[in-house]
Structure formats: C-alpha cells, structure tokens
C-alpha cells in the first residue's frame, strides 16, 4: 500500500521567511496530493492541493510542487506570519475522492 | 463549502462500554464516506471506508468486530466502537468527499467533520 513520509518534523521560521515542507510516496499510481493545517484539537483544512497533470500550484503565499518521476511533492510558504504555526499534513491518494494517506505531521512554529 | 458534522464532539465512557459516533454530510451526498483516528500529536490513520450499500472496508490491523462501521443512508455513516478499553482513547474524525462542479474532476476535495474526542476510563 501507499506510504508518505514527511520531513521535518519541527520547523521553526523568524516571520517573513519562508518555510518548505517535503514528502515523498511510494505508490506510483497515486495522482493527488493534498495538503492539510490542523490547530489544535481541529479539524484537518485543505490548503492547497495538486494533480498529476501539474507540476506547480500556487495560491497566494503558498505553493506546492510536484515530481513525479521522483515521487515526491513540497509544500512552500512564503512571509511566513505567526498565525501559519500549525500542524502541516501531506496526504496521497489515487484521485481526489479517495481514501488519503497522511504524512507524520510538521509542526510549524512562527515566531515574530 | 460542503459541510460534514460529527456528535458527539467528545464522549467519556467507562472501560466495556460501547460507543457510537455519527457522521453526516449537511449538504450533499456521500456514497463513501472515511474514518481516521489520530492519537495526540500523531497523524491521522485511515481506519476504514465506508460504503453506502455495501461492507466497510477495514485497513489492516483494524478490527472490524470492534469498529463497527454502518453506512446508513447517503448522508450518514456511523463508527460503534464496542467494548471499549483505555488504549481505545482518541480522536476519531471522518471525511467526505464532496462531488466535484460539472465539467471537473468527477471528485472535489474531502472534507472532514470536527473530530470526536473519546475518552475510555
């Protein structure tokens, strides 16, 4: 089956840099890939997230970037603020609408 | 966007005791519907699809005797957890994928109720 690793685990940025999250996967017919913040106690929220057919996808201050040749796909945040720390999750599965799995979680923290 | 509830929002039961937690889609259907389970400052763990219609299907090492797992119509799917013990404990949390606008993927993202914070003493 489909498994994501993660990496960092902990990531600590001074406001304004910019943070980068990467993941790899190991099914090669997996072809979305979701990228998810969840606070505390919360629900996971979609961020951004990306198909097969697509290389980058930006919105805003944020960016993911996918190679699937390599297997692997990043998350990118620029001017970072305080109110991005969070729990960061990458999550693969073989099209939007089936069962995701999640990477190990980065914690991001942002201090100012 | 489309909205999925769970209830409870957390639940305290003594060891042995079965619980059951509802999740349901408000505003569109679901034909699947997905379980997870995340322990504190862990990552969520597919626990099972759920199939309207038709059986759960469970991950490996998910016992299905003791998660029960019920589709009962397009917009409700339920988790009983049945004898449950201590390691029992955490948060459980259900996705939905919404149908996608015409002319797009057949699939839009999923989304996911609140989470239910279960307690086993």
């Known amino acids: 089956g489909e498994n994501v690793e993660q990496h960092p685990s902990t990531l600590s940025v001074q406001e304004g840099d910019s943070a980068v999250i990467k993941c790899t996967y190991s099914?090669?017919?997996?072809?979305?890939f979701p990228w998810y913040k969840q606070e505390l106690g919360k629900r996971p929220q979609l961020i951004i997230d990306?198909?097969?057919?697509?290389g980058e996808k930006k919105d805003q201050r944020i960016a993911v970037t996918l190679n699937k040749t390599a297997k692997h796909f990043s998350l990118h945040i620029t001017e970072t603020q305080p109110e991005d720390s969070a729990v960061y999750f990458c999550?693969?599965?073989?099209?939007?609408?089936?069962?995701?799995?999640f990477g190990k979680g980065t914690t991001l923290s942002v201090s100012s | 966007g489309a909205v999925v509830s769970q209830h409870p929002s957390r639940v305290i039961c003594k060891s042995g005791t079965s619980v059951k937690i509802e999740c349901r889609s408000l505003?569109?259907?679901?034909?699947?519907m997905f379980w997870y389970r995340q322990f504190p400052k862990k990552s969520l763990m597919l626990m099972a699809t759920?199939?309207?219609?038709?059986?759960?299907?469970?991950e490996q090492g998910v016992e299905k005797d003791k998660f029960l797992i019920n589709h009962a119509s397009l917009t409700l799917s339920t988790l009983t957890v049945t004898s449950a013990h201590p390691e029992d404990s955490s948060f459980y949390i259900c996705?939905?994928?919404?149908?996608?606008?015409?002319?797009?993927?057949?699939?839009?993202?999923?989304?996911f109720g609140p989470g239910t914070r279960l307690t086993v003493l």
């Open positions: 996705s939905a994928p919404s149908p996608g606008l015409a002319g797009g993927s057949s699939y839009n993202e999923q989304f």
């Open positions: 099914d090669s017919a997996s072809n979305y």
């Open positions: 990306i198909r097969s057919n697509v």
């Open positions: 999550a693969a599965s073989r099209q939007a609408g089936t069962a995701l799995i």
């Open positions: 505003d569109f259907q679901a034909t699947t």
């Open positions: 759920s199939n309207e219609g038709s059986k759960a299907t469970y």
